[in-house]
């Protein structure tokens, strides 16, 4: 079975979410971990790194500082199937 080229707004519109107050917010370790779980939910293979960067621009997700974790994307949240996914893959003490 060959794996399709992910569908980044259907990404976006499945597994993000905006909040109107900043108190969310995903760093760019998390953004593109929901991201691969997407993908792998979806039997998608992920798109390049960069490409999906560029993408997330093309749809009006910019980052807004940085940390010690990386790129900071405020004011969004995790949502859906892949979010659950990539919480329990990342938290295994969850489990």
Known sequence: MQMETPDYARFVQESIAADTVDDHILTEDQFYGVYLSWCALQAQAPGACASFWAAMSQQGIHE???NDH?????GLRMI???????ILASQPSLL
């Open 70 to 74: 990386g790129r900071l994307r405020p």
């Open 80 to 86: 859906g199937p892949a979010a659950v996914d990539y």
């Open 64 to 66: 807004r500082g940085a």
